[in-house]
C-alpha cells in the first residue's frame, strides 16, 4: 500500500474518533432534567391560548371563538394567577370554565361567590377583575342562536306590556325562536340611538330559566321589543351592560291577567 493511502486511511480514521468524541459530549452526555407539574404548568404562561369554554349554571354552555376576546380573557386570568393561594369556602358556583393553550396545558377557573383558579382560590379577590370577567363571559351569550336556545329552554317567559303581563304558550316561544334566530348583532350605537327615539313600543320578556328560582337575578334576562330591535340583559350583569340586535320580534297584545 502506498505510503500516501495509508496516511489518508489514518488522517480519516482520527477524524471519525473526534466526531464520536464531540457526538457523545453533545448529545449523549447531555443532562436531562424532567419537570414537575408546577413547572409544566407555568409554562403556559408564555404559551398561545387555543380554546375557551365557559359553562353558566342557568345558560348552559358557550364556546367563546374571537381570539382577540380570549386573549383579553386570559390575560385577566394571568393577572389573577398569582393571588390564587388557598381552599375557597363553599359557596355557589355561576361559570365554569376550561382554557386550553397551545403547548397542550390546561387552566380550569369557577367564578360565583368566590373564584377559583386551577383548583386554588383566588383569596384577595380584586372586585375590579372579577367584575370585568363576569361580564366578558357574560357577552358570550351575546348571541342569536344562544338566546333563541335559552328562550327554547327556559321554563317560564312572561310577557309585560302597558301594566299588564302574561305568560307565552309554547307555540309563541316558538315563533320568537325562529325570529331572534334570524336577527343580527348592532354595533352602530348611533344607529341605534336612532331607532329608539323613534320607537313608540316598548314591551319587555323576561325569560326566567328555572320557575322556581325565578327571583335570582342570576335565572333572569330581559329582552326589550322595539319597532325593529330589541335588546338584551343579563340581570345578573353587575355592569348594566345591553345587548342591541336588529330584527323584529312580534308577540301578539292580549288582555292578560295582573
Known sequence: MKASTLTYLMLMGILFALGLLLLQQTV??????????????????????????VTHRS???????????????????????????????????TFTGTLRFLNG??????????MTLNGRCVASQ??????????????AYHTPGQLAKQLGQAEKVTLFEAGRSRELTQEERR??????EKAEPMTDYEEVGRILDDSD???????????????KRDQLMNLTIHDTLFSVQYMDDDNGNTFYL????????KEAER
Open 175 to 180: 315563533t320568537l325562536q325562529r325570529q331572534i
Open 28 to 53: 449523549f452526555g447531555r443532562l436531562h432534567v424532567i419537570e414537575d407539574e408546577t413547572d409544566i404548568r407555568n409554562q403556559s404562561d408564555s404559551s398561545i391560548p387555543t380554546e375557551l369554554v
Open 59 to 93: 345558560w348552559g354552555e358557550q364556546r367563546i371563538e374571537d381570539g382577540s376576546e380570549v386573549e383579553r380573557i386570559t390575560r385577566l386570568l394571568k393577572q389573577m394567577k398569582t393571588a390564587a393561594k388557598r381552599d375557597c369556602p363553599a359557596g355557589q358556583t
Open 105 to 114: 396545558t390546561t387552566w380550569s377557573f369557577t367564578l360565583g361567590e368566590h
Open 246 to 253: 336588529k330584527g323584529m320580534l312580534s308577540v301578539k297584545s
Open 201 to 215: 313600543t316598548r314591551r319587555v320578556l323576561q325569560v326566567a330559566r328555572f320557575g322556581q328560582e325565578s327571583g
Open 126 to 139: 380584586p372586585v375590579s377583575q372579577t367584575a370585568m370577567l363576569k361580564a366578558r363571559l357574560l357577552n
